[in-house]
């Protein structure tokens, strides 16, 4: 199925200079973001107490945030779970207080202040547990990383393999200096949406990287690398509008009426799309141009027979 089908193809190797030199900029900016701020890792990550409550009546979030704020929690966080009558307050770790003296604290807070609301239920996530629940998601994405890059110098070659990676990984940077520039909440449902980007955009680059094989090993030499690029984009670009565009119309939906919970994970998602395309366009496929990859590349020659001896 295709929604369009260029008659000509679009010269995107001639532009790509150009948006690599934006690329770095953003690649550097976020960088520069991570190393100074640095990300706004959630209670899953760092430790603390999560306290659930609930109400007869719909929780209004701004009155109660700022009630906590006023009476000692100021860096509690507050979000609707399940019901507009049901909620989450995520409260940072306190070394000079035991978890209990803790939720003891919210449950005298809300008895005096906000009577109509019950706490329900508490958890602590101790330090060693956020400690261990980085370090595992940052194995994950190590190992998907390593993952990705065999299966494509398998299925592909070794070149094709390290600007695939690179693509990818230009991708998550990204998405990481977003969180950290603007200081949002990094939680695991935004370190599994970092590992869904990984593999989704390696998936866009394989179908442009299948169609250069095709194209390469059709032209016998007579194309240079730069024209079967962009006729292998081009022909894949009405695959890359639906694919892409029914994926985004569901996250989109998911950010906008998904709520507080799913907010930052469709937000990661959201970011990863649109850069996985432009990457797969302008990273990956200007990379193999840049690294000299030739249908001598992909196609081994074929050894001579040796003469029989007499």
Avoid: C
């Avoid at 209004?60 to 704020?69: F, I, N, Q, S």
């Amino acid at each position: 199925m295709e929604l369009f089908r260029p008659r000509a193809d679009i010269p995107f190797m001639r532009f790509a200079p150009i948006f690599n030199a934006i690329s770095l900029l953003f690649f550097l900016v976020a960088v520069g973001s991570l190393i100074v701020r640095g990300l706004n890792l959630s209670i899953e990550l760092t430790g603390g107490t999560l306290v659930e409550i609930h109400s007869e009546q719909s929780i209004t979030l701004p009155p109660l945030r700022e009630t906590l704020v006023q009476n000692g929690f100021p860096e509690a966080q507050v979000q609707h779970f399940g019901s507009t009558k049901a909620a989450i307050v995520r409260l940072a770790r306190h070394d000079e207080l035991p978890p209990d003296e803790v939720a003891d604290n919210l449950r005298a807070l809300f008895a005096k202040h906000l009577p109509e609301i019950t706490v329900t239920r508490v958890e602590f996530v101790g330090p060693q547990v956020g400690r261990e629940l980085a370090e595992n998601g940052a194995i994950a994405l190590v190992l998907v990383v390593i993952g990705i890059m065999i299966y494509l110098a398998i299925r592909f070659e070794w070149r094709f393999s390290v600007a695939a990676i690179i693509a990818n990984l230009h991708d998550v940077v990204i998405i990481l200096g977003f969180f950290a520039l603007f200081q949002w909440e990094f939680s695991l449902p935004v370190l599994a949406a970092v590992l869904a980007v990984l593999g989704y955009s390696v998936n866009e680059t394989v179908v442009i990287f299948d169609r250069v094989r095709e194209k390469m090993r059709a032209s016998r030499g007579k194309v240079s690398t730069a024209s079967l690029l962009d006729h292998a984009i081009t022909s894949t670009m009405s695959r890359t509008v639906i694919t892409h565009g029914s994926t985004l119309a569901m996250v989109l939906s998911i950010l906008l009426f998904g709520g507080e919970t799913l907010y930052y994970f469709a937000l990661a998602l959201t970011i990863g799309i649109l850069f996985g395309i432009y990457s797969s366009i302008f990273v990956s496929s200007a990379l193999l141009m840049w690294f000299g990859v030739t249908r001598e590349s992909l196609i081994k020659p074929e050894r001579k027979k040796e003469e029989a001896v007499v």
